[in-house]
């Protein structure tokens, strides 16, 4: 069983602050990790994907990605209102299921 | 850009009911996956297909079926409906490039079942 593990939350951080999120996971063998954010009642939503050690950033957001700590993280610089949603860390390993997290739930005060 | 659409997005059935829900992938991916997600959950993986093989099961129960056509597109089918079912089923699909890897999963807008 792959498992990848966060923070339930909720994360409370005001306006403009940087919101971080993290995941670990059990597994070594993945190659592919992302985050999704899923406003109630809707769909996830790809957000970052990671497949390297380091950093990778997009906007607002940067991805760390530390294979030997088993370790993701998201930064979200600028927090927004409309930034408050559940984020999920998820892993593909091989071409089997996406393997989710149970969520952080954000919530962004302004 | 094409994206992951499913049908249909919203569905009413009674008990003991048959539904089905389709998926059209992405365009070139080869990959498809089938979660559910009950309110305040995350999602739940059911069932996956790679190249029209299942490659991975979940917790799909033995009421519910599914497969991959010739043309990629996959259809859940779900019998004897529970009021337990009522959740968002979505779909997502990927492209397998290889030596274990693939690309993003992305999702589609979801059905809504109500089992009423």
């Known amino acids: 069983q792959k498992e990848v593990e966060q923070n339930s939350g909720p994360l409370s951080v005001p306006e403009g602050a940087i919101a971080s999120l993290n995941c670990t996971y059990s597994d070594r063998g993945s190659q592919s990790f992302f985050w999704y954010r899923q406003y109630s009642g809707k769909s996830p939503e790809l957000i970052m994907s990671?497949?390297?050690?380091g950093d990778k950033e997009d906007g607002r957001f940067t991805a760390q990605l530390n294979k030997a700590s088993q370790y993701v993280s998201l930064l979200i610089r600028d927090s927004q209102p409309s930034d408050s949603a559940t984020y999920l860390c998820?892993?593909?390993?091989?071409?089997?299921?996406?393997?989710f997290g149970t969520g952080t739930k954000l919530q962004v005060i302004p | 850009a094409a994206g992951v659409i499913q049908s249909p997005r919203h569905l009413i059935k009674e008990k003991r009911e048959t539904a089905t829900l389709k998926c059209y992938p992405i365009p070139r991916h080869d990959t498809v996956y089938w979660y559910q997600q009950g309110p305040g959950q995350d999602p739940q993986f059911l069932i996956s297909f790679y190249e029209k093989m299942q490659s991975d099961k979940g917790s799909i129960p033995d009421r519910f079926s599914a497969q991959q056509f010739s043309d990629y597109h996959s259809e859940l089918n779900m019998s004897s409906l529970e009021l337990g079912d009522s959740a968002l089923y979505f779909c997502?699909?990927?492209?397998?490039?290889?030596?274990?890897?693939?690309?993003?999963?992305?999702f589609g807008q979801g059905t809504r079942l109500t089992v009423v």
């Open positions: 990671i497949y390297s050690n």
């Open positions: 997502a699909s990927s492209l397998h490039r290889g030596e274990g890897v693939s690309t993003e999963a992305f």
């Open positions: 998820a892993g593909i390993w091989g071409y089997q299921k996406v393997t």
